[in-house]
């Protein structure tokens, strides 16, 4: 099983459409959580962490599930700017030991 | 936030060459840098953790003879891409953090690496 995984999509919507990406870790003892946005040939940047009371940020809310293992990430009202691949990345250890998922790449239309 | 300098973004070299990749944390020290390989379409593999004045630590199947890694100072890391190959060419990307913990992960710009 790998550490972190991901549905690769790709995600294809309309325009101010609700869309949600799913990502499972392997490691119960995992300490933090976030969501990455890469651009096509771009470093990764951090879009939000993701705490266990789950949170919000604009357009963005991700949700975290301990005992499943499970993190989401759901964007209301998608923007045409918010085409990108979203890596889910779990921190595994306390020295900043990140792994990424492989990414859920996202097309928004017009 | 902190800022991580990767260079080169880009660089092309013949096979069997020496390719040295730089990982600068500009505005804080970082004792513990990453390296990531990402194949096209593929997800960010770590390939070794950089510790400053030790040696790294080398992920399964990473050949720590090929892709040397030096962490000098608290603030630069290197990998040099030893002899390297037409299937050794892929985006080679850098992160830091501000301390150990829950923090995130600050990355370098990546490089764009191509052996021809």
Redesign the interface.
Known sequence: RKEVEQDPGPFNVPEGATVAFNCTYSNSAS??F?WYRQDC??????LM?VYSSGNEDGRFTAQLNRASQYISLLIRDSKLSDSATY?C?V?MK??????????TRLTVKP | ?AVVSQHPSRVICKSGTSVKIECRSLDFQAT?M?W?RQFPK?????MA?SNEGSKATYEQGVEKDKFLINHASLTLSTLTVTSAHPEDSS?Y?C?A?LS??????F????T?LTVV
């Open positions: 300490q933090s976030f040939r771009k470093e990764p940047k951090l962490s890596l990345v921190n306390n020295n900043n030991d990140m792994r990424f998922g492989a990414g | 936030g513990t990453f990531y593929q997800s960010l593999m770590l953790t985006f990307i992160s953090s150990t913990g829950n923090t995130e992960a990355f370098g710009q990546g764009r």
